[in-house]
């Protein structure tokens, strides 16, 4: 079964606008960590942002906040104020357990910001 | 250096032919990883090494393919017999191993294999 999944396979905003990029997951693990990251097409992977199972609050870190629903287990990406510079391939992941920092990734979307 | 670094960038071979692909950690992570990334998909993981032995190794195609990292730092992916279906960017990544917080992984900007 597969583990993360992205139902997007594209998407397009217009500068500035908001936007949210769908991710949901399955594990039968208590204790998992949840990951974005942005691969531009240099195809560097860059770590966005990070939701721990056991968090309470909604991770943020800038324009990007995680809306974490853990009992629909979805992570899906918010990303505000969108910049011409956020265009790339979105990733969710996850990490299960606490034994490894092994990621599965989920097959991306494709973020198309225009002016 | 600052960042994982892959070597090479670009890798053109044969069928039939071996292939190693390099990766030099960030200083002092203990953690590496290798994942394959095919065109359209997202990065599969191959194996995982915590300091000098395969802690998972699990992703791991079939025998063709082997990784090593004997001291601890750097790790070279080795491919034997490529091909076609080997062509991929190949992806390095490191960490600190297992931490509290979020344990994010540090990527390199990956070794694309075109096998011929």
């Known amino acids: 079964a597969q583990k993360i999944t992205q139902t997007q396979p594209g998407m397009f905003v217009q500068e500035k606008e908001a936007v949210t990029l769908d991710c949901t997951y399955d594990?039968?693990?208590?204790?998992?960590?949840l990951f974005w990251y942005k691969q531009p097409s240099s195809g560097e992977m860059i770590f966005l942002i990070y939701?721990?199972?056991?968090?309470?609050q909604n991770a943020t870190e800038g324009r990007y906040s995680l809306n974490f629903q853990k009992a629909r287990k979805s992570a899906n990406l918010v990303i505000s104020a969108s910049q011409l510079g956020d265009s790339a391939m979105y990733f969710c992941?996850?990490?299960?357990?606490?034994?490894?920092?092994?990621?599965?990734f989920g097959t991306g979307t494709r973020l198309q910001v225009f002016p | 250096g600052a960042g994982v670094s892959q070597t090479p960038s670009n890798k053109v071979t044969e069928k039939g032919k071996y292939v190693e692909l390099r990766c030099d950690p960030i200083?002092?992570?203990?953690?590496l990883y290798w994942y394959r990334q095919s065109l359209g998909q997202g990065p599969e993981f191959l194996i995982y090494f915590q300091g000098t032995g395969a802690a998972d190794d699990s992703g791991l195609p079939n025998d063709r393919f082997f990784a090593v990292r004997p001291e601890g730092s750097v790790s070279t992916l080795k491919i034997q017999r490529t091909e076609r279906g080997d062509s991929a960017v190949y992806l390095c990544?490191?960490?600190?191993?297992?931490?509290?917080?979020?344990?994010?992984?540090?990527f390199g900007e990956g070794s694309r294999l075109t096998v011929l």
């Open positions: 990544a490191s960490s600190l191993g297992r931490t509290e917080y979020s344990g994010e992984l540090f």
């Open positions: 939701q721990g199972s056991y968090d309470e």
């Open positions: 594990t039968s693990d208590q204790s998992y960590g």
């Open positions: 992941a996850m990490r299960e357990g606490y034994n490894t920092d092994k990621l599965i």
């Open positions: 200083s002092g992570h203990t953690a």
